[in-house]
């Protein structure tokens, strides 16, 4: 059988507050249930359209470019105002601008369709 696609998981030295950020970010709320504060955060979109996201705790830092990332729709301009990181802006040969999460983590804004 092959391997099929479950949830999605951030590390993140403070796993709280990159949750909450996220969650403002992309509309996304924290999963209930019982959690521990050092327990990794499930975070989950509220129409059930969106993966599961996980903010897993590390204590090591983040060294380099992530091989793997998140890309969204949104307005990079909100996005900043909430405290993400312009990477690279879109111009030439890219449509969407790179940025990283406040713990670094790139991710790809595009422009909302419609």
């Not at 990159?18 to 249930?33: E, K, M, N, Q, S």
């Amino acid at each position: 059988m092959p391997a099929r696609f479950k949830d999605l998981c951030l590390d993140a030295n403070d796993h709280q507050a990159l949750a909450d950020w996220w969650c403002t970010a992309i509309g996304y709320v924290r999963r209930p249930g019982s959690h521990q504060p050092s327990d990794s955060v499930p975070i989950e979109d509220p129409a059930g359209a969106g993966p599961l996201i996980w903010v897993n705790p590390v204590t090591e830092p983040k060294a380099v470019k992530n091989r793997m990332h998140l890309d969204v729709f949104g307005d990079t301009a909100e996005l900043l105002a909430l405290g993400a990181t312009l990477i690279r802006e879109r111009g030439g040969d890219i449509e969407w601008d790179v940025l990283a999460d406040p713990e670094g983590n790139e991710f790809c804004v595009f422009t909302p369709r419609g």
